[in-house]
């Protein structure tokens, strides 16, 4: 684990909000010189602290108006490799977050979908034909009240 300090800790609540920003505006806003906070950050990344940036997309400007939490069961988990579900799974593109999770269900995945029929064909056409799924529970999301990946 790294040391971080409180100038850190702004610099990455700073990233968490806007990844793009650059090192200038970054330094401005937490009161570094540019080469400061460039040095800071590229620490930052060198720790694995910063994983990474990305784009967030604005998934209904996108047509994706529906998101479903699923829970699912595998059946006879000795008799399909956790391995196998995990690549078919992935490579389904409206699969959003896969979570290997311990409780009633084996996994939990996000789903976007352009609407219910959509999410349907989904989940029948794509999801229920993966390797050793046994049972799925649905929970549509109806509202997002808190969306950040802030840890600081």
């Known amino acids: 684990m790294i040391e971080l300090d409180e100038i850190d800790r702004d610099l990455l609540r700073k990233l968490s909000r806007d990844g793009g920003l650059s090192a200038k ?54 008799r399909v490799s956790l ?35 959509d999410f349907e064909r989904i989940l029948r056409r794509r999801i229920m034909t993966l390797p050793g799924v046994g049972e799925v529970e649905s929970n549509v999301l109806l509202s997002e009240d808190v969306k950040t990946d802030a840890l600081v």
């Open 25 to 78: 505006t970054l330094g401005d806003r937490v009161g570094l010189s540019q080469p400061a906070a460039w040095r800071r950050v590229r620490r930052l990344e060198e720790a694995g602290v910063i994983a990474g940036r990305s784009v967030v997309l604005d998934r209904s400007k996108l047509g994706f108006d529906v998101v479903v939490f699923l829970g699912v069961k595998l059946a006879g988990k000795g």
């Open 83 to 117: 391995g196998d579900f995990e690549r078919a799974v992935c490579a389904i593109p409206e699969v959003q977050l896969v979570q290997h999770v311990l409780g009633v269900y084996d996994y939990r995945l996000k789903v976007v979908a352009r609407d219910l029929s």
